[in-house]
């Protein structure tokens, strides 16, 4: 047996604030709604054009037609054969990204929303807005971590298979909280009216423990990516990993991971929290495996993460409010955590957005799909503090959209 007994799950700094049920209550009787939204940048509906005809009826007609040029372009060839078409255009939607009503999500879930960066607001990774296009369709996605809080609220409901691989039973409970916040920012139940949102949205989790507080076993975390595999879960995400000497790594884990992406796995996996530049940190140096570095609220790099040829993305990894484990505080059932272990899943999050939309793409697909669409971030292309940039999920989901 081969014990990575070096793999720090925790996150170093992943200690902070954390809550009850739901936000700080409020003073007196009267309800206060937040502002729901703000306008956005138009989009359209792809392969739909709308024409008005001189009679003045309106029409919806499909095109073959994705980007917005071809949808006007359609539209101009309507008009041009049809003389009794007084006007057609695209049909564009001006409704504001939709707001989950879970209660920390508008005051504390700066991660999930938009934000410009380089400017004064906090910038996250734009899943609002991919609401509107893609809510996870119960795509499978599957962790491997400490477990979760089977009792969490924004939990039961989302966890759909689970497996304890350290003691050998079908109780994956979290004896942390480290599983318990990555399985919330991948998929806590979003517009319950409880909690918080996540990234997933509406997906459905495989939960296997094969960590605790101390360390992760290459003999548990091998067949925990097995059995996601044989599953069918077609997005792993691996919040651990550890430096390994120059010219090493794990080969057991390497192929565990290999075998899943030969079966059409995409992979993502926390850079590491030293701040320094490596090439040796498995498994998210591991090939085709998404590399995700952390940024701060303002779209900088955290201090802590990991630099390096193996970052390919980056996510909010600074107070990132999300799902945890009573079991840590009775008291709370919710807090902001920090490190690249809590970036990873909302790539894997997003990943699945994207899959839910676009079912037939591959893992490797979808991995470019992020790559393409993500925000540049420090140097012209990819570099080795940001990658290919910041994770855009409205981007990712909708790429032809205007803007993206």
Known sequence: MVVLASIAVAVLLATGTAWGDDAPPGDGPISEVPLAGTEVTATFI????????????????????????????AAESIEAEDPSIEEA?????YAPEFVPDDPLYSAYQYWLRGGEVGTSERVGISAGRAWDQSRGGNVAVGYVDTGWDRDHPDLVNEVVEEWDFIDGDGAAEDTWYHGTSVGGIIGADTNNGKGVASAGFNVALYAAKACTEKACSTADTAPAIDWLAEHGVGIINLSFGAYFPEGTSDPVLEAAVADAQAAGALITASSGDNGEVASNHYPSCYADVVGVGSTMEDGSISDF?????CVDLVAPGYAVTTTYNPAEDPYSKYARVYGTSFSAPQVAGAAALVKAQEGDLTGKQISERLFDTATDLGPVGQDDTYGYGLLNANCAVSPNETGC
Request: proline residues 8%; glycine residues 8%.
């Open 305 to 309: 993460s990991t630099r390096g040829p």
């Open 46 to 73: 792809p392969n739909e054009v709308v024409v008005k005809t001189e009679a003045g009826s309106y029409e919806d007609r499909t095109v073959d037609a994705t980007s917005l040029d071809a949808v006007q372009a």
């Open 89 to 93: 255009g695209p049909n564009y939607l």
